[in-house]
């Protein structure tokens, strides 16, 4: 197995959480009260740990520090998922974000608990633990808002529309998904956990009567995603390709993903608009002040 | 086990948990392991919480306060996820200095007595606290809003 593979993999899932860790952050001080003020800072605080984590494994691959994976690098070489990067728009949003993906990384989690790779096996099973109280956390918004009242509903279902797609993304096969599948790194495909992923949310939206948001972009593909004005630079031998994210068809009762990953996305390096000033912001002090203590 | 074994565990149920002051890192269950070598102690702690902001705090005082019983051996704490840390690790006095500071230790229910008045007609105001392993919670017999100890557990 060459290292590379699982340091993708590493920094993949590292990435996703440092980025969300990071817009779930911007709620500290901002939300309208402060119980839920609490939640969002301490699993934005959650997120930024289990980064961590992954990234002081990362480090022992590539020989660098946890600090310089997380914020040493160029936004190109970042890997998460376009969604993770998205401002946080307004509560139905940040909301329909988190429970779309709470839920997708619980699948993740679930498979890598039997990974071959000891290391990540380990911090998984410890990691499944505490994201429980994210998905308590995630499912009880999904149920307040879900129910209503109307306005409430309105706009958690379009938020859940808005942001499905791009979710979806989440299960994006990464560059060396065969390599990590042969040897039980990764030991399921990411189409593998998409499919359990989109039973798990289908299920959830028809228990409350919205599974208009998986119908929504049935037929066109949709969620274009913008190269970044930086991002491109960095790539410059590669015109950045849309993502397309593939529509969803219903057949025998499940919902099944049709079109497969076309283009490259946030796996590849692929970043939209709204990550250039989220990197700029986190990484500010690290450029300014190489090796920081504090 | 050596006696400089013992004195390494004994130095270690000395170090605080800088976020609840009044529990050792034993009594909260964090040592996993102590190897003493001819010129080498190693510590295995486990971490309550992945993203606890204390982990590096208690990592450096763990290694001073071992460093002097060390006779001059060379000092390793690190942390480990080789077995998961879950709230059953808790000791029965690190349970009761948990509930002097006012923070209800864990259970797998719901309801938690009231660390102030022993009250079971308590709620949960919020599963989220001031710190990642700590929930604040209400009680509706003396008005006073506390905290407990947030369950941990594998299932």
């Given amino acids: 197995m060459s290292s590379d593979a699982r340091l993708g993999l590493l920094l993949a899932i590292a990435d996703d959480e440092l980025v969300i860790g990071h817009r779930l952050s911007e709620w500290t001080g901002w939300v309208p009260y402060v119980e839920e003020d609490l ?5 934005a605080q959650d997120e930024i740990g ?34 993770c990067e998205r401002p946080n728009r307004d509560y139905a949003y940040t909301a329909a974000r988190h429970y779309l993906y709470d839920t997708a990384d619980a699948v993740r989690l679930e498979a890598l608990t039997s ?66 599948i042969a040897d039980g790194t990764l030991p399921k495909p990411g189409e593998e956990m998409l499919a359990a992923w989109l039973d798990v949310v289908g299920h959830d939206l028809e228990e409350v009567g919205l599974e208009r948001v998986m119908e929504a972009d049935a037929e066109a593909p949709v969620g274009e995603v913008l190269p970044t004005s930086s991002g491109a630079s960095e ?18 009762g499940r919902w099944v993903h049709t079109a497969g990953f ?16 989220l990197w700029e912001e986190m990484t500010a002090l690290h450029r300014a002040h190489p090796g920081a203590r504090w | 086990m050596t006696g400089i ?71 390793t704490v690190r942390f480990s996820l080789e077995v998961p840390w879950t709230t059953d690790r808790i000791t029965e006095d690190g349970r009761e200095a948990l509930r002097t500071f006012g923070i209800a230790p864990p259970l797998l229910q719901i309801t938690y007595p009231c660390p102030n008045c022993g009250s079971r007609d308590t709620t949960v105001e919020a599963p989220f606290g001031p710190t990642p392993c700590r929930t604040i919670r209400y009680c509706n017999a003396c008005r006073n809003p506390f905290e407990g100890f947030k369950p941990k557990k594998e299932y």
Avoid at chain 1, 39 to 43: F, K, V
Avoid at chain 1, 240 to 249: A, C, F, K, S, W
Avoid at chain 1, 265 to 273: L, W
């Fill in chain 1, 39 to 43: 939640a969002m800072s301490s699993i």
């Fill in chain 1, 50 to 83: 289990h980064a961590r984590a992954l990234y002081e494994i990362a480090a022992t691959i590539n020989g660098g520090t946890p600090d310089d994976l997380a914020l040493g690098r160029a936004m190109a070489d970042y890997t998460h998922a376009v969604i």
């Fill in chain 1, 115 to 180: 990974s071959t790779f000891k290391e990540l096996a380990e911090l998984v099973r410890v990691l499944r633990i505490e994201e429980r109280y994210h998905l308590d956390h995630a499912r009880t918004w999904f149920r307040r808002l879900a129910s209503g009242p109307v306005e409430a509903r309105q706009r958690f279902s379009d938020a859940l529309a808005d942001a499905l797609p791009e979710a979806m993304t989440i299960f994006e096969p990464l560059p060396d998904e065969d390599a990590l």
């Fill in chain 1, 235 to 252: 790539v410059a031998d590669e015109s950045p390709r849309p993502l397309r994210v593939p529509g969803l068809e219903r057949r025998d």
């Fill in chain 1, 262 to 277: 076309s283009g490259a996305g946030g796996r590849s390096g692929h970043h939209s608009e709204d990550f250039a000033p």
């Fill in chain 2, 5 to 75: 074994e013992a004195a390494v565990r004994d130095a270690l149920a000395h170090v605080k948990d800088p976020e609840i002051p009044v529990c050792t890192i034993t009594q909260l269950g964090l040592v996993e392991r102590v190897d003493v070598g001819d010129d080498a102690v190693d510590v295995t702690l486990l971490p309550t919480f992945v993203g606890c902001p204390a982990l590096d705090e208690i990592r450096i005082d763990a290694e001073r306060a071992v460093a002097e019983v060390a006779a001059g051996r060379r000092v």
